[in-house]
């Protein structure tokens, strides 16, 4: 009988792409794969460390999965991912009863460290983060119409409030012959549409072949067979030239979507967060960018209360929102986070100050997404098919606006039986509760 793994991930895509090749290495080495830990002889969280709220998640999911061992003690606990790449030993002194911790850089040897945890074997192991294997087979744990297609680790923009440069390590690309291999095994998978990340997706190549590469990768992408969806995330505004926006609008395969962080819109802001740009030069590649893809769903993220922002800061962010009106967007508090430059800078906010200014932002997008909403109703969108609702004999969905988890969903009918991953298209009827509804034309 073989041995069970049961295993968590949290955090970003970036970091569930890592679980699903674990996964895989995992079941070809003879490990059979539980969805309950109950049944479970080892058990992995795979961690996310980025900020405070995904640190208490974390911790919060070793305790529960450590708790089986007063039931179960034969149960192994195994850490892996952000928080353990971060906190090394730092974890083995507060919860000792976890069996073993190891880095990012480790996962390629998942499977030995798993047979010395069957042998009891305590494994604390933190090989360099540039071990950390880029492509293998996976285990999807997405639906298995849509899969991410992670494309470089690490990141080298060095933003201070972030830590994952000292986590992931510096930005390494992704071969391209690697990245299109896995994205033709994954569309005769059955994989329609490829959700495209990295930590700064628009920097990909410079590192690899000494010019930006994101435009030919992308041209290449969408001649794969199979494919319908090319989604892209995590776009800095910086990179985002007059190239990368006509290969977006021309490409029939890349859904007009574009998701790009710019945290905040001050010039003085940006530049305690070591970001470039300021709101002039912000409104302006919007614009361009809304005026070369009509169509365009834009994505953004902002931080509020960064070290020394003033309420006139503050309010020059507000305005931007309003006068911006972004079709998705999500505003956090600022999370000060040890060791990164930030957490050293002077003008500290209240962590309440911080929580209600990114309330008001939030509130601000609120009023915005009801606008968006009500002005598409009577409009097509195309759509992708997530699950029946056999009670209310429906169907959800996202649309080409919608990436997973991240933004929301639209229910609709049909009168006929749709298939999970079919594409189709809804005519929008009504919006209840931010949730649109409508009817396969």
Not at 202 to 210: A, I, K, M, N
């Amino acid at each position: 009988m073989s041995n069970k793994i049961g295993m968590i991930s949290l955090g970003c895509p970036k970091n569930q792409v890592d679980a699903e090749i674990m996964l895989s290495k995992l079941q070809n080495h003879g490990y059979e794969i539980v969805t309950d830990p109950g049944e479970a002889d080892i058990i992995i969280i795979n961690t996310c460390g980025f900020i405070e709220s995904a640190k208490k998640e974390s911790i919060e999911n070793i305790l529960d999965m450590v708790s089986y061992k007063e039931d179960f003690p034969s149960v192994k606990v195994l850490v892996t991912g952000c928080l353990a790449e971060r906190y090394r030993s730092e974890i083995f002194t507060e919860i000792p009863e976890v069996d073993g911790v190891v880095g990012i850089g480790a996962n390629n040897d998942i499977c030995e460290i798993c047979d010395k945890l069957m042998n009891y074997e305590k494994v604390e192991e933190f090989p360099p983060k540039e071990a950390l294997c880029f492509d293998g087979d996976r285990v999807l744990t997405t639906p298995p119409y849509s899969a991410y297609l992670k494309i470089a680790e690490g990141c080298s923009n060095h933003c201070t409030y972030c830590a994952i440069p000292s986590i992931r390590g510096e930005y390494r690309s992704r071969p391209a012959e690697s990245i299109l291999a896995e994205a033709e095994k994954l569309s005769k998978n059955g994989v329609k549409e490829l959700i495209v990340v990295a930590q700064d997706t628009t920097r990909y190549g410079e590192d690899l072949y000494g010019k930006n590469a994101l435009v030919p990768l992308l041209r290449s992408l969408c001649k794969v067979e199979g494919i319908e969806w090319i989604r892209l995330l995590y776009l800095y505004p910086e990179r985002i030239d007059d190239s990368l926006i006509e290969t977006i609008a021309s490409e029939d395969k890349i859904v007009k979507y574009m998701d790009i962080p710019v945290q905040h819109c001050s010039s003085r802001v940006l530049k305690r967060m070591n970001r470039k740009g300021d709101r002039e030069s912000l409104t302006n590649l919007f614009n361009k960018i809304r005026e070369r893809i009509p169509d365009i769903t834009l994505r953004t993220t902002f931080i509020a209360g960064f070290p020394g922002e003033t309420e006139e800061e503050f309010e020059e962010l507000c305005n931007f929102v309003n006068e911006m009106k972004f079709e998705r967007m999500g505003c956090f508090a600022y999370s000060e986070e040890e060791g990164t430059p930030a957490a050293k800078l002077d003008g500290m906010l209240p962590e309440e100050e911080r929580n209600r200014r990114a309330d008001i932002v939030n509130d601000i997008q609120s009023g915005i997404l009801d606008e968006i909403n009500e002005s598409l109703i009577g409009k097509e969108l195309i759509t992708i098919v997530e699950e029946y609702d056999g009670y209310t004999d429906s169907y959800y969905g996202r649309t080409v606006m919608d990436a997973p988890e991240i933004d929301t969903q639209i229910c609709f009918t049909c009168g006929y039986d749709l298939n999970d991953g079919e594409i189709v298209t809804v005519e929008v009827i009504n919006c209840v509760d931010g949730l649109l509804t409508g009817e396969v034309v």
